[in-house]
């Protein structure tokens, strides 16, 4: 439904254009959930705003395609790519409550955007919004209607979002962290909300996270990133059971497992800046399996099996 | 800001700077010829011979009522003088302001919509020169050009041609009384003798706003929700200008009260060389002259209205702003 | 990895030069008050004529090549008058600001570092001067003084230092919370020592920025001064006094006399604020 092929993001930095994303390609399947899993700062933010087109200043597409029903997002033009946000791709933010405007009860934007996707009266749209609000769970929507983001709590906030995605109608979902920043409880709801949403809609959403536990919960495939690269991109099953990449493993070994004994064992090193990226694979500093070839050039994506892709020299010897 | 203490230092501050003033009224009042026991006498009448302490009080005892004493020079209530003067730099700066805003705010939105652009940058040289060039400076270039040179204006004389007889008073405003009491001729007139007092000081008054305005709405428009309100497919032209101004102007109403700072400040230069009868030139008369109370009472009067500018700044920041609770 | 700390140890100096070649407008700035300081300097070199020697009947000539800013009233050659008058404006500009800044920040540090009641009463006298539309206080204060260069460059001083000593408060006391406050103070040194070392050379950074801007207001305020007769009298080379005394002979003509004093302020205004800017974005790595 959704491609991602080859994308490449510079920033423009005091050093000069750094590369941000270096060649991301990733598939996302109609009426499925794709998962992108990675720690901060490794580019799934850049790259759904990329996808987006909503980079902000030092951040640069330099390369790629992205392809949503046989055309290249990234080819279009301003007013056209207008177009497709919103009523083609919604999104969905990590800061809830930041992202609602503030000087403005929910109503009116609610409204607004009712009316431009569409096209009803202002009336049926108030009507239709109240309805939104409910079906995204929230209690008394006429109240929150009337409401200003700052009278309402971060789970709620994010609700209002949710809302606001569905009633562009759009048939792909971006979900930028839409967890993060709630509370743990909060959190439980939203996944269980989106979940619901899906099923009964058929969207198809591509939701960011670095929270492995939330993966395993909702999505249908998986793609971990590491230094503006996809380094994994699996069934969720499969990316359980049998990770080949070495980072992907290291991933699976650091989480706190309910149950087991085992202590969580932490990867070694750190992410490497954007200025300083080692030469090669991004990861052989930090990799257990790393070899000359692993320094010397970077890794190209191979099959492993049927829908399971790795990009690692070395993910044989490590296969157990 | 309007605490109590604040307000007593401002009177405080005032009383002590006027009654530092070298020289003493009582020269200007008695003339070369009094007798010293005539200046003795005119010390008493005006209570100049108490103790400072004891005039201090007198004073805030007759600020109570309103009463701001008598100016030493026309022996006119200051009151009443200053309230006769008010008009004339009310409709200066009022005017002055409006046309700052509508031209500075545009310019700033723009500027940061189409940052580079060659109105960003047409912007950005107006508001270095609009600050940095003097407003006594930009006054006497203008009238040099405009009316010496190419006669566009009427010679700067005051708010009306001398020929003109002044319309009934309703609201200060001679652009509006004139044009309530029907006599073109006097609003004509009364237009052309404001272009280029307003002229000035709108062009310092339009850096800053136009500045100020850049800034916020880069601010916001670089701002998370922002970033929504665009991946949600509204136009362009929404999200600029309903959803990103709404909360750019806020702390532009801000810098509106700061830029009237200024324009109090600078109509006391641009009324000196317009012969504009406002405030501004009597308190330049009144530090010549050495008139204590006309000058506590112009000190007091323009810090007064500055202060109730801020107040209204924040009313209006409040109304518009619904995180900020009534 | 090594690279990369070498670039950390020198970051100040190598992000200036960055920003100042990608900003040439700021380096303009810098080069023309540079210029003029440097103009003022020279003056007793370089003028043609003293800027009080005074010749009746060469007076009101146009530009010419002989005068080449003209002369006024009194004969006396307006370009070598502007030549000196850099001198007494930049005097003034620096003057009134370190003093601005010195009283400001002792100020500031008073209120930031002792107990609330030094506070509260500092501030409330920041607020009362703050009160006042800035040029008629300034107006009040020189007024009260009496017209002298030493009194203009204390009124414009003391119309500046609330900005100053409300920075250094605040400054003072988010970084008095810091970490290594508390660290040093551990190991024993007294708060004096603390507060000196420590804190005030971190407190510094916004104050630069504030000088530059202020010392632009402080030339506009000055020759405003002097242009009502509150500032330095005629026959000082003072810019705005110049103008001044050119207002009457507008209407006959002699646009000199005001026209190349003024543009003088202007330019050096503008320049003060196109440094205060440039320096602002250096240190706000998030405006560019």
């Known amino acids: 439904m959704l491609t991602v092929d080859d994308l490449r993001v510079t920033l423009r930095t005091r050093q000069g254009a750094v590369p941000a994303l270096h060649g991301v390609t990733m598939t996302l399947a109609e009426g499925a959930v794709t998962g992108l899993v990675g720690e901060s700062g490794c580019g799934k933010t850049l790259t759904a705003l990329a996808i987006m087109r909503l980079l902000p200043a030092p951040g640069e597409i330099s390369g790629g395609h992205v392809w949503l029903d046989g055309r290249d997002l990234l080819t279009l033009r301003d007013r056209a790519m207008d177009r497709v946000r919103g009523?083609?791709?919604?999104?969905?933010?990590?800061?809830?409550?930041?992202?609602?405007?503030?000087?403005f009860p929910i109503a009116?934007?609610?409204?607004?955007?009712?009316?431009?996707?569409?096209?009803?009266?202002?009336?049926?749209?108030?009507?239709?919004?109240?309805?939104?609000?409910?079906?995204?769970?929230?209690?008394?929507?006429?109240?929150?209607?009337?409401?200003?983001?700052?009278?309402?709590?971060?789970?709620?906030?994010?609700?209002?979002?949710?809302?606001?995605?569905?009633?562009?109608?759009?048939?792909?979902?971006?979900?930028?962290?839409?967890?993060?920043?709630?509370?743990?409880?909060?959190?439980?709801?939203i996944v269980e909300l989106l979940r619901g949403l899906q099923r009964e809609l058929g969207l198809t959403i591509l939701l960011i996270t670095h929270d492995l536990g939330l993966v395993a919960e909702i999505c249908d495939h998986v793609n971990v990133m590491y230094a503006g690269r996809i380094v994994e991109s699996a069934p969720v099953s499969r990316l359980f059971r049998r990770p080949a990449h070495p980072y992907t493993r290291g991933l699976m070994a650091s989480r706190v497992r309910s149950g087991s004994r085992a202590l969580p064992v932490g990867i070694p090193g750190r992410v490497p800046e954007l200025a300083q990226m080692p030469t090669g694979c991004p990861f052989h500093p930090r990799c257990p399996l790393v070899g000359p070839e692993c320094v010397e050039r970077d890794a190209v994506p191979e099959l492993v099996e049927d829908g399971h892709v790795v990009r690692c020299h070395r993910w044989r010897s490590g296969a157990a | 800001m309007l605490a109590v203490p604040v307000l007593l230092g401002v009177t405080l501050i005032t009383f002590v700077l006027t009654r530092v003033l070298p020289g003493s009224p009582i020269d200007a009042i008695a003339g070369p010829m009094a007798t010293p026991a005539q200046r003795?006498?005119?010390?008493?009448?005006?209570?100049?011979?108490?103790?400072?302490?004891?005039?201090?009080?007198?004073?805030?005892?007759g600020l109570a009522h309103g009463d701001?004493?008598?100016?030493?020079?026309?022996?006119?209530?200051?009151?009443?003088?200053?309230?006769?003067?008010?008009?004339?730099?009310?409709?200066?700066?009022?005017?002055?302001?409006?046309?700052?805003?509508?031209?500075?705010?545009?310019?700033?939105?723009?500027?940061?919509?189409?940052?580079?652009?060659?109105?960003?940058?047409?912007?950005?040289?107006?508001?270095?020169?609009?600050?940095?060039?003097?407003?006594?400076?930009?006054?006497?270039?203008?009238?040099?050009?405009?009316?010496?040179?190419?006669?566009?204006?009427?010679?700067?004389?005051?708010?009306?041609?001398?020929?003109?007889?002044?319309?009934?008073?309703?609201?200060?405003?001679?652009?509006?009384?004139?044009?309530?009491?029907?006599?073109?001729?006097?609003f004509s007139d009364a237009v052309r003798q404001l272009i280029l007092p307003v002229a000035v000081l709108a062009f310092a008054a339009v850096a800053p706003l136009a500045r100020m305005t850049r800034?916020?709405?880069?601010?916001?428009?670089?701002?998370?929700?922002?970033?929504?309100?665009?991946?949600?497919?509204?136009?362009?032209?929404?999200?600029?200008?309903?959803?990103?101004?709404?909360?750019a102007i806020l702390p532009v109403l801000t810098m509106l009260a700061i830029v009237y700072g200024f324009l109090l400040g600078g109509s006391v230069l641009v009324e000196t060389l317009f012969a504009w009868p406002g405030m501004g030139r009597y308190a330049f008369n009144a530090i010549s002259g050495n008139d204590y109370p006309a000058v506590q009472g112009f000190i007091l009067y323009a810090t007064g209205v500055y202060l109730a500018i801020f107040v209204a700044v924040d009313v209006v920041s409040a109304l518009l702003d619904p995180r900020i609770e009534t | 990895m090594s690279a990369s700390s070498e670039a950390r140890a020198h970051p100040p100096l190598g992000d200036a030069v960055y920003l100042l070649r990608r900003n040439p407008i700021t380096l303009a700035g810098i080069a023309l008050i540079a210029l003029i300081a440097l103009a003022g300097v020279a003056a007793p070199l370089i003028a043609p004529a003293s800027p009080l020697a005074t010749d009746p009947s060469a007076a009101f000539q146009p530009p010419s090549v002989r005068h080449l800013m003209g002369?006024?009233?009194?004969?006396?050659?307006?370009?070598?008058?502007?030549?000196?008058?850099?001198r007494v404006d930049l005097t003034i500009a620096f003057g009134a600001v370190a003093i601005a800044l010195v009283l400001g920040c002792a100020l500031g540090a008073a209120a930031g570092f002792s107990g609330r009641w030094t506070d509260e009463l500092v501030m409330r006298g920041m607020d009362v001067l703050q009160a006042f539309p800035s040029f008629i206080l300034a107006m009040g204060i020189a007024a009260a003084l009496g017209p002298s260069l030493r009194n203009l460059i204390i009124s414009v001083a003391l119309i500046n230092v609330?900005?100053?000593?409300?920075?250094?408060?605040?400054?003072?006391?988010?970084?008095?919370?810091?970490?290594?406050?508390?660290?040093?103070?551990?190991?024993?040194?007294?708060?004096?020592?603390?507060?000196?070392?420590?804190?005030?050379?971190?407190?510094?950074?916004?104050?630069?920025?504030?000088?530059?801007?202020?010392?632009?207001?402080?030339?506009?305020?000055?020759?405003?001064?002097?242009?009502?007769g509150l500032g330095v009298r005629v026959p000082t080379p003072e810019w705005g006094v110049m103008v001044a005394m050119g207002v009457a002979r507008i209407t006959i003509g002699a646009w000199w006399v005001s026209f190349f004093p003024g543009m003088c302020i202007g330019l050096a205004v503008m320049a003060f604020n196109l440094i205060g800017d440039g320096l602002s974005d250096l240190l706000d790595p998030q405006r560019r």
Request: hydrophobic content about 50%.
């Open chain 2, 68 to 186: 701001l004493g008598s100016s030493f020079v026309t022996s006119h209530p200051v009151a009443s003088d200053l309230a006769a003067f008010f008009p004339a730099t009310m409709e200066l700066t009022t005017w002055a302001i409006i046309v700052a805003v509508l031209v500075g705010v545009p310019l700033g939105v723009w500027g940061a919509v189409r940052q580079g652009s060659w109105i960003d940058h047409l912007t950005r040289v107006l508001s270095v020169a609009g600050v940095g060039l003097p407003v006594f400076w930009v006054s006497l270039v203008l009238i040099y050009l405009c009316f010496y040179r190419w006669h566009l204006v009427p010679p700067p004389m005051g708010r009306l041609s001398p020929e003109i007889t002044p319309p009934p008073s309703v609201t200060g405003f001679l652009v509006i009384d004139t044009a309530l009491a029907g006599d073109w001729r006097a």
């Open chain 1, 87 to 103: 009523a083609e791709i919604a999104m969905i933010f990590q800061q809830p409550r930041a992202s609602l405007n503030p000087v």
């Open chain 3, 162 to 228: 609330a900005v100053y000593a409300r920075l250094m408060r605040t400054r003072l006391l988010v970084v008095k919370q810091a970490l290594y406050a508390t660290a040093a103070r551990g190991a024993g040194n007294p708060p004096w020592r603390v507060l000196v070392v420590h804190l005030i050379p971190n407190c510094l950074t916004p104050i630069f920025v504030q000088s530059s801007l202020q010392s632009g207001y402080a030339i506009l305020t000055a020759a405003g001064l002097s242009f009502i």
């Open chain 3, 71 to 86: 002369t006024d009233e009194f004969g006396e050659d307006i370009w070598s008058r502007v030549l000196w008058g850099a």
């Open chain 2, 40 to 61: 003795q006498a005119l010390l008493v009448q005006y209570g100049l011979n108490r103790p400072l302490w004891v005039q201090y009080v007198a004073y805030l005892g």
């Open chain 1, 108 to 189: 009116f934007q609610l409204i607004h955007v009712l009316r431009l996707h569409r096209g009803l009266s202002a009336r049926a749209a108030r009507a239709e919004g109240e309805a939104l609000l409910a079906r995204v769970g929230l209690p008394r929507p006429d109240a929150v209607m009337r409401a200003y983001p700052h009278h309402l709590s971060g789970g709620m906030c994010q609700r209002v979002m949710i809302a606001l995605a569905l009633a562009c109608r759009s048939r792909v979902l971006v979900a930028d962290e839409p967890t993060t920043a709630l509370d743990v409880t909060v959190q439980l709801q």
């Open chain 2, 215 to 247: 800034t916020s709405m880069l601010d916001v428009l670089g701002s998370a929700h922002t970033r929504a309100t665009r991946a949600l497919g509204l136009p362009p032209r929404s999200v600029v200008w309903t959803y990103a101004f709404r909360n």
